[in-house]
């Protein structure tokens, strides 16, 4: 992806904050691969001060930074944010979010030389991770574009799986087209987004080619394993 050169909230605007809708500046089937949840030691919900404390250190903060529910960056998606209502949770999922309400979250961005990208934790009560992750994953099923409402003619398209990177206990990967506008000198906007369950936590990394070229952005693989492999040793360790 390239060295990292700090904030450029011009084009992480451009790039990242209109896309994926939050306040920047201020896989295939469960029997593909290793989607089958492997044995923890305790499926525990982490603490808004765990999240902060875990997330990869170096990017920008995003989101109002108050304490609650999501922590002002991560909410619960509405059934009816997009059309047709099976998108809802591939756009969620753009979002690092998805339909059900965390009980915290953070999420930060990291500037590249032609790439941004976005890493979002939320954490989940109960069995609400699992399912997030089977909703995205039949979404993907069918959901191949969709408009992304209040943004001015900000649409999603050429929706499909791509490769997983065999991390975490459930993950879900797909490729998209970010069209900025209707105008059509307006950027077309190469995404790439991995969403990974560790345990009752969801890690999504979003990448995209921020100058808008045809080059396809990629996560960073070394930034995912070394994310999740925080989340999971803090997943296995007893409750204090």
């Avoid at 069995?127 to 992304?148: H, I, N, Q, W």
């Avoid at 307006?186 to 345990?199: K, M």
Wanted: glycine share 12%; proline share 5%.
């Amino acid at each position: 992806m390239g060295r990292a050169v700090g904030s450029r909230c011009g084009a992480v605007v451009l790039g990242v904050g209109i896309v994926l809708g939050v306040g920047a500046c201020g896989g295939g089937d469960e029997a593909a691969g290793h989607a089958a949840a492997k044995p923890r030691v305790a499926e525990r919900v982490l603490a808004q001060r765990e999240l902060e404390h875990l997330v990869l250190p170096g990017g920008t903060k995003i989101g109002s930074g108050t304490r609650g529910v999501g922590n002002g960056t991560v909410k619960a998606v509405p059934h009816h944010a997009t059309g047709p209502a099976a998108c809802v949770p591939v756009l969620a999922a753009t979002h690092g979010a998805s339909e059900h309400a965390p009980t915290g979250s953070v999420t930060r961005i990291f500037t590249f030389e032609q790439d941004s990208l976005v890493i979002s934790l939320a954490a989940y009560r109960g069995r609400d991770a699992s399912r997030v992750m089977a909703e995205l994953r039949t979404a993907l099923r069918t959901c191949r574009k969709f408009p992304v409402a209040g943004t001015g003619g900000v649409t999603w398209s050429g929706i499909r799986l791509a490769r997983q990177l065999g991390e975490g206990d459930q993950e879900v990967a797909f490729l998209g087209e970010v069209y900025m506008g209707s105008a059509k000198d307006y950027p077309i906007v190469p995404n790439e987004v991995h969403v990974i369950r560790v345990g009752t936590t969801i890690v999504t990394f979003t990448a995209a080619n921020v100058t808008a070229t045809a080059a396809s952005p990629v996560v960073p693989r070394d930034m995912v394993h070394r994310q999740v492999t925080a989340l999971e040793r803090a997943a296995a360790a007893p409750v204090l």
